[in-house]
């Protein structure tokens, strides 16, 4: 898929946001939130469902919970606009209240086709029920901080999935926002094992066309050229990986 054609699906899929209906939820929004970013990120970011702010501007992560998100992001150098920011509903709960599980399974399709279309290596999980969709059945508290393979019939072909507080958590409690901000140090760390594992799955199923043997092949999944996990070789602490 090229740029471009990518762009276009993510709108039609925010489209189709817009105008949903499958879940009580459409009832008490202003606006419907579908996500945004860059199309050809390696990274996308998950939250819960649109607060307040959200639900107001149309758009994720827009109010002190997002400050603190974009604050993260930055520790790494990254900026929003360089990942894939949404949410497990794209719809505010009303009061601010957890999404229902019936709720969540009413919105996964949109989830599942905007990872489809992204293909990211590494999504980042933030909060309980964004956790939930990736890794069902872990515990928040032990697993933050920690990647591990994607099931692929969450829509990320073949996707690492980190997993880390919700913003709004450390928002409350200084000991989450410490821990949160240790764990978003090791982000990078976690899309360069991401980016090694797609590697090797490329590897592992060549492209129709490759000749046997060819290790110089270019990847199927992803964009990254193999020349750029050099620096994963090392023990060293690596340089934050960019993305563009
Ligand atoms: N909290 C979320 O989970 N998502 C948002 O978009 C904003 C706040
Ligand atoms: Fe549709 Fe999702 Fe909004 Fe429910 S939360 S109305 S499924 S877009």
């Not at 054609?5 to 499958?22: F, G, H």
């Not at 974009?70 to 949410?87: A, P, Q």
């Not at 270019?218 to 750029?228: D, E, I, Q, R, V």
């Given at each position: 898929?090229?740029?471009?054609?990518?762009?276009?699906?993510?709108?039609?899929?925010?489209?189709?946001?817009?105008?949903?209906?499958?879940?009580?939820?459409?009832?008490?929004?202003?606006k419907a939130v579908p996500g945004e970013g860059h199309p050809d990120t390696e990274v996308?970011?998950?939250?819960?469902?649109?607060?307040?702010?959200?639900?107001?501007?149309?758009?994720?992560?827009?109010?002190?919970?997002?400050?603190?998100?974009?604050?993260?992001?930055?520790?790494?150098?990254?900026?929003?606009?360089?990942?894939?920011?949404?949410?497990?509903?794209k719809c505010?709960?009303?009061?601010n209240r957890d999404p229902e599980p019936d709720e969540i399974e009413a919105c996964r399709p949109y989830l599942e086709r905007q990872l489809a279309v992204i293909d990211p290596a590494l999504i980042v999980t933030?909060?309980?029920?964004?956790m939930g969709?990736?890794?069902?059945?872990?515990?928040?508290?032990?697993?933050?901080?920690?990647?591990?393979?994607?099931?692929?019939?969450?829509g990320a072909s073949?996707?690492?999935?980190?997993?880390?507080?919700?913003?709004?958590?450390?928002?409350?409690?200084?000991?989450?926002?410490r821990q949160s901000f240790e764990d978003a140090a090791a982000i990078p760390v976690a899309l360069l094992d991401a980016r090694r594992r797609r590697a090797e799955l490329a590897r592992a199923v060549p492209a129709p066309a490759t000749p046997p043997g060819d290790t110089n092949a270019?990847?199927?999944?992803?964009?990254?050229?193999?020349?750029?996990l050099e620096s994963t070789t090392t023990n060293a602490a690596p340089e934050a990986p960019t993305l563009f």
């Open positions: 898929m090229t740029s471009a054609e990518r762009q276009a699906a993510l709108e039609a899929i925010a489209a189709e946001v817009k105008s949903c209906t499958r879940c009580r939820l459409h009832a008490g929004r202003i996308v970011f998950v939250g819960e469902g649109p607060g307040q702010n959200e639900d107001r501007a149309g758009r994720p992560f827009v109010g002190r919970a997002g400050d603190l998100l974009v604050r993260m992001l930055g520790t790494v150098g990254w900026k929003r606009d360089e990942v894939f920011i949404t949410n497990v509903v505010r709960p009303p009061d933030l909060g309980r029920h964004s969709r990736f890794i069902p059945g872990a515990k928040i508290s032990q697993i933050h901080g920690t990647t591990r393979p994607v099931d692929p019939s969450t073949s996707a690492m999935v980190f997993a880390m507080y919700h913003p709004a958590a450390a928002l409350r409690s200084s000991d989450v926002e270019p990847l199927t999944a992803g964009s990254m050229p193999a020349a750029s």
